[in-house]
């Protein structure tokens, strides 16, 4: 289950950012090459997420379409799935152009001075 350490870096880069801050919600893009499972890195992220500052939080997905540049013909193609191949020549020599990221775009984080709840 890649998941697992997928959530693991999302949640050690949310706690880095929020720097004390409680984590609200984490906004993630993610490459449809990397066959992620949404459901599985949700329930992941919330295991990880215990007892840290990302706790709670609420994860949103932004699949990321992949797109590829033809090695042969220079065409650019949207890319639906394996195998990748030009939609104008049909050559499977591609530069990825899009599909791999897995990145965090955004983070919301609560607001400074409600840290202290006075107990
Ligand atoms: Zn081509």
């Known amino acids: 289950m890649h998941e697992l350490s997928i959530?693991?870096?999302i949640v050690r880069i949310a706690c880095a950012h929020a720097a004390g801050r409680r984590v609200v919600k984490v906004e993630l893009k993610v490459g449809h090459l990397r066959q992620v499972v949404p459901e599985s890195l949700a329930?992941?992220?919330?295991l990880v997420a215990q007892g840290t500052a990302a706790e709670g939080a609420?994860?949103?997905?932004?699949?990321?379409?992949?797109?590829?540049r033809c090695r042969g013909c220079g065409a650019e193609s949207e890319?639906?799935?394996?195998?990748?191949?030009?939609?104008?020549?049909?050559?499977?020599?591609?530069?990825l152009l899009r599909?791999?990221?897995?990145?965090v775009d955004s983070l919301e984080l609560e607001e400074m001075g409600v840290m202290s709840r006075g107990d």
Do not use: Q, T, Y
């Open 7 to 9: 959530a693991d870096s």
């Open 58 to 68: 609420e994860l949103e997905l932004e699949d990321v379409r992949a797109a590829g």
């Open 79 to 95: 890319l639906d799935g394996f195998p990748l191949a030009c939609a104008r020549c049909g050559g499977l020599d591609l530069e």
């Open 99 to 103: 599909g791999e990221e897995l990145l």
């Open 43 to 46: 329930f992941a992220f919330e």
